[in-house]
């Protein structure tokens, strides 16, 4: 029998590629003869990179860059030698997780540490760059990359505005000529599973920028100064690329990307899909087993999960999902192609106890899930 495990992480406790080795485990259990092929998995979000670098055999990379607010740390990016392949998360550089509730300041926060990153990428010469885009604590628009590339934005009177956000409302000129033309031989996709555009009503401001830190009496002041870089960048383009989806992802980063670097965006779990290949690996399988740390009605809306079942569909291999925590309306995931959902939770106990047990807990899962699987086989 063949088995494809390609699980997501699951969260706190599990990375994709300790996931799918436990589920490997769980399947040889009970079919020892069987063939594993594990696929650690993910959407775009946190832990992409780790799951693209495990599943393709790369390595993890580090740079010091600027945070949100300008501190320095260490971010992570993956490199797959074999693909000339670079993977980021821009959350290394710029993520919310990188300041408490009191340090969030869209004024002053912005993406320049994103722009270092990509500088350190660029000494690699990739053939290809994947950008998870999520997870920002800004709302720049990309200005701090851009400058960080080589950008330089002015006002009608030809003086440099500041790396700040609102300072963008008086920008008048972008001169792009300072960017390598070498990010030009780069094929860069963005992971991005929000269809938001730059401003208005859906914009980066209106819909993500409270959580930024963006006070509602603000959002009008700095989706005015978006709307005015917006304009730039379409015109530095040559297309609208302000009014595309996903310009407003990650503060307006998804913007600059596709304006300044050709980016085209693409849902987080389709790009992973297609970078492992996991159609292929799962051609000619009996089962694929998928998961994650929790599932719920939301799942369908491009969770790992979601994608890895709609691949095995389309090749009619049926999918198995393992999940910590089952949530609400998880019947019209059944309705809509899982074979079984099974949760992961053994005992009654706290959720410091679930956490803690979680791998030993998925691998009995597995193992009975099979055992269920062996015992339809001796009847037919």
Do not use: Y
């Not at 590339?149 to 505005?161: D, F, Q």
């Amino acid at each position: 029998m063949k088995f494809v495990l390609a699980p997501d992480s699951f969260k706190g406790t599990m990375s994709a590629a300790t996931a799918a080795a436990t589920m490997s485990a769980g399947v040889r259990d009970v079919f020892p003869d069987a063939e594993c092929i594990e696929v650690p998995m993910a959407d775009g979000g946190e832990g992409t990179t780790q799951s693209l670098v495990d599943a393709l055999g790369g390595k993890l990379l580090h740079a010091d860059v600027a945070d949100a607010l300008g501190r320095t740390r260490t971010a992570h990016f993956g490199w797959i030698e074999a693909e000339r392949l670079a993977v980021v998360e821009i959350a290394e550089a710029a993520g919310i997780e990188h300041l408490t509730t009191e340090e969030l300041n869209p004024r002053e926060a912005n993406t320049a540490g994103v722009g270092q990153l990509l500088n350190h990428i660029l000494e690699l010469s990739p053939a290809r760059l994947i950008v998870g885009l999520g997870g920002s604590a800004t709302n720049d628009g990309g200005w701090g990359m851009a400058r960080a590339l080589g950008a330089v934005a002015t006002t009608a009177a030809g003086k440099e505005i500041e790396t700040r956000a609102l300072a963008l409302a008086d920008a008048a000129n972008l001169d792009t000529s300072g960017i390598s033309e070498r990010w030009q031989d780069v094929e860069i996709t963005l992971a991005c599973d929000v269809d938001n555009p730059l401003t208005g009503e859906r914009g980066a401001t209106a819909v993500f920028g409270p959580q930024k830190g963006v006070q509602p009496n603000e959002v009008e002041v700095f989706d005015a100064a978006l709307a005015q870089w917006g304009k730039l960048l379409d015109s530095a383009s040559g297309r609208a690329v302000s009014e595309i989806p996903g310009a407003g992802a990650a503060g307006g980063l998804g913007a600059a990307f596709m304006a300044l670097l050709g980016a085209k965006p693409q849902r987080g779990v389709e790009v992973v899909i297609a970078t492992v290949k996991l159609g292929e690996k799962i051609a000619g399988a009996d089962f694929v087993f998928t998961g994650e740390g929790s599932m719920d009605f939301q799942t369908k809306f491009g969770k790992t999960p979601w994608g890895v079942m709609l691949e095995a569909r389309a090749q009619g291999v049926p999918t198995i999902a393992f999940t910590g925590n089952l949530g609400r309306d998880v019947e019209s995931l059944h309705e809509n192609g899982f074979a079984a959902i099974i949760p992961t939770v053994r005992v009654v106990g706290t959720l410091k106890e679930a956490l803690a047990t979680a791998q030993p807990s998925l691998q009995d899962s597995v193992r009975m899930a099979c055992r269920i699987l062996a015992a339809a086989r001796t009847r037919e």
